[in-house]
């Protein structure tokens, strides 16, 4: 008789264990939220690759395609015509000029020029550093290649020129477009100098190609670049940008872990989280290891801005004539979505 129940029982628990999986096999399936993604393959997007290949945006329920530029302005101007969700690149009068509009809003930050933490570097073609052109000091007279007039390159050499007291006009500045053209142009001689990030400058200089004379954060430190998206998802999907935002922190956690640790003597030290990030950064830069090392570029932990300097940047822009007079940086930028942002106006 026992052995009967103990028959029944166990039929009946098999019974219902076989509806609830059937039950649960027949529930929809939550569908990834798509997002698209608008950057550079530069070093200072290390975040953005991290996240993706570690699974944060998969945690998040986010599935990611990337879209890559050549140049910072059709970066933010995928996100403004709505080709792409997200966007991180330097910060440009273009930008500044989308985001006046009220087409972008500034989420969090990219790199930015941190003294100690060489990013962008003053490049000399060979002809010009052989005639003598071996610091930012002697650029008058000078020509300078960059993307186009508004771009960051156009930015640092115009904070240069403020910081060491030289007219601007006395720098000729040269539009190519793109940084492959810069690369061009500084190899062959056609240019006098181009600014560039440091895996690509210290390939060149590697090669023999060009020589590195200085590095913009020994000058001018800056808020180089940031995390953006469209006016449009922040009031109609704040909840996938807050879970963009979060997978953004973790890598950009993860990124700062690697490549930001110094030594009691302030030099930069490599150990065992950078090995293991730098297969990912190489895989979307193409950047060897070592010239992924030289300019590892320095990202906040948190992802948090220095509000000042993107108000700073948009006073000398628009002093040359690049943004519009009624451009506000407090319309575009966004504080909401990371906590502790740095250097905020109070005014």
């Known amino acids: 008789m026992q052995k009967s129940r103990r028959r029944c ?8 264990g076989l509806s609830l999986g059937l039950w649960a096999t027949a529930l929809p399936v ?4 798509k997002i698209t993604i608008s950057a550079l393959t530069f070093v200072s997007s290390s975040p953005l690759f991290i996240a993706q290949d570690r699974g944060y945006y998969a945690d998040e ?9 050549r140049a910072a302005q059709p970066v933010a101007v995928s996100i403004a015509s709505g080709d792409a969700d997200f966007g991180v690149t330097a910060f440009t009068g273009g930008f500044y000029n989308l985001a006046g509009k009220g087409a972008l809003k500034v ?3 990219q790199s930015r020029e941190e003294p100690g933490y060489n990013f962008s570097a003053y490049i000399a073609s060979n002809q010009a550093y052989d005639a003598g052109f071996d610091s930012p000091e002697k650029f008058p007279g000078k020509s ?14 115009g904070m240069l020129a403020e910081k060491l007291g030289i007219d601007l006009d006395e720098i000729q500045l040269k539009s190519l477009e793109k940084v492959p053209n810069m690369i061009g142009a500084i190899k062959s001689g056609q240019v006098d100098s181009i600014i560039l990030p440091a895996h ?22 800056y808020q180089l670049g940031g995390l953006f998206t469209s006016t449009r998802n922040v009031e109609e999907r704040r909840d996938v940008v807050e879970r963009f935002v979060r997978a953004y922190q973790r890598a950009a956690a993860d990124y ?15 150990g065992e989280k950078a090995e293991a990030l730098i297969p990912i950064i190489e895989k979307y830069t193409k950047a060897k290891p070592a010239s992924i090392k030289a300019g590892a570029p320095f990202i906040d932990p948190q992802g948090r801005l220095k509000v000042q300097s993107i108000h700073d940047q948009v006073a000398w822009m628009q002093a040359q004539g690049l943004v519009a007079k009624d451009v506000d940086p407090a319309g575009f930028v966004d504080l909401s979505f990371i906590e502790g942002h740095l250097d905020v106006p109070t005014n």
């Open 256 to 270: 700062a872990e690697a490549f930001m640790q110094t030594d009691a003597a302030g030099n930069r030290v490599f």
């Open 30 to 33: 939550q569908a990834a939220e």
């Open 200 to 221: 690509i400058a210290t390939k060149l200089e590697r090669d023999g190609s060009a020589r590195i004379i200085g590095w913009v954060q020994q000058y001018t430190p």
């Open 61 to 69: 329920g986010l599935e990611v395609e990337f879209k890559f530029f």
């Open 9 to 16: 029982l166990s039929a009946t628990l098999l019974t219902l």
């Open 107 to 109: 989420i969090g930050a």
């Open 144 to 157: 300078l290649g960059m993307t186009q007039k508004g771009s960051s390159f156009h930015l640092m050499i």
